[in-house]
T-cell receptor
């Protein structure tokens, strides 16, 4: 089975721009979660989508949004980029049968975003 | 709220030495999963092991072993006869087993350097 894939792998943007990151989960996985990793804050949960619905959201401003499609692929959007948004954005998928029971999250290679 | 503490930040060993990575967690819930992930320089988080809070059996997989002790809220990871390829950042993480909260709570990570 192919693993979680993320595109693009690297991205350079300037302040004020917006960006869209894409994540394709492992085949059959219906849950996709997004995490931000920075040297200062470590790994922080952004949000989770299950069956096209956002189930959980971390403590991030509204500039961070996402969606999930019927094929479970997910996109994350950050509007009005700030320097502090420079980070590694990791996507994870899991084979949850329902939204209430957790399973192992498998991570993709991440998208490195640099905001200048 | 959940918390995971990895008190060691950096460990450096010479190849073939044994090394133990410590993890202490906090949660008021009785049902949860504990994980260890490895992050090589490429950035992808690689899943190593998952432990259910009901199962305190220790586990060995090749050179890797894990010691789970609920009495001390610890889930330590030992690498026997370390190799250069073990050099990476290692994260311990916790997630509640049930409920709507699918957020993985990570420790800050331990950077392991194995010198030839």
């Amino acid at each position: 089975k192919a693993g979680v894939t993320q595109t693009p792998r690297y991205l350079i943007k300037t302040r004020g721009q917006q960006v869209t990151l894409s994540c394709s989960p492992i085949s059959g996985h219906r849950s996709v979660s997004w995490y931000q990793q920075t040297p200062g804050q470590g790994l922080q949960f952004l949000f989770e989508y299950f069956s096209e619905t956002q189930r959980n959201k971390g403590n991030f401003p509204g500039r961070f949004s996402g969606r999930q499609f019927s094929n479970s692929r997910s996109e994350m959007n950050v509007s009005t980029l700030e320097l502090g948004d420079s980070a590694l954005y990791l996507c994870a998928s899991s084979h949850k049968r329902t939204s209430e029971y957790q399973e192992t999250q498998y991570f993709g290679p991440g998208t490195r975003l640099l905001v200048l | 709220a959940q918390k995971v503490t990895q008190a060691q930040t950096e460990i450096s060993v010479v190849e073939k030495e044994d090394v133990t990575l410590d993890c202490v967690y906090e949660t008021r819930d009785t049902t949860y999963y504990l994980f260890w992930y490895k992050q090589p320089p490429s950035g992808e988080l690689v899943f190593l092991i998952r432990r259910n809070s009901f199962d305190e059996q220790n586990e060995i997989s090749g050179r890797y072993s894990w010691n789970f002790q609920k009495s001390t809220s610890s889930f330590n990871f030992t690498i026997t006869a370390s190799q250069v390829v073990d050099s990476a950042v290692y994260f311990c993480a916790l997630i509640l087993l049930t409920g709507a909260n699918s957020k993985l709570t990570f420790g800050k990570g331990i950077t392991l350097s194995v010198r030839p």
